[in-house]
């Protein structure tokens, strides 16, 4: 077995700018006619042709009653500013997941003003019917402290999976 050769570690940082060129000369592709643009990923409503998963079945779909307790949960945390949006967008209609956007928007304003502590809402029940092979209508109770909350839940069989097409929280 040959010696183990010993290499120096390579340089890994980009080239310094010459300092004798403006920056401007350089071209950064910057333009200062360009509008202000607040630093956020790109929110697509329709998905690219490239995104799209396979077409799943009915067949290859999760039990409707266990993937709504955990999306409701989901939904939940999401509106009271505990979690973040973009972890339910695969899972919402464009129309339910801008309503929840704007919950847990309006939430974290009021998380920032308040000094107590929230409790973490937990689901205590759902009951779910399935109209069609493709919908399932769900009821979820929701514990938050000392009262009960309902919420109702449409979801039906995507390209993807499930998704909420509709949600009221009561």
Known sequence: MPPIKVL???EHRPPALPADIPIEALGTGYERS???????????LMPRRSDVERAVAPTDLPDPHDWIGGIAQALLEVMLGLRPPSQVV???APDVYLAVARRHASASRRRENAATK???PTVAKVHSTRPD???TESV?????????RAMALRAEA???GWRVTALELG
């Open 8 to 10: 120096p570690i390579p």
């Open 34 to 44: 360009m509008p202000y643009v607040q630093d956020a990923l790109a929110f697509e």
């Open 90 to 92: 695969r899972s919402c």
């Open 118 to 120: 929230m409790r973490r």
């Open 133 to 135: 092979e493709t919908v």
């Open 140 to 148: 979820v109770l929701v514990l938050a402290g000392p009262r009960v």
């Open 158 to 160: 995507g390209r993807t």
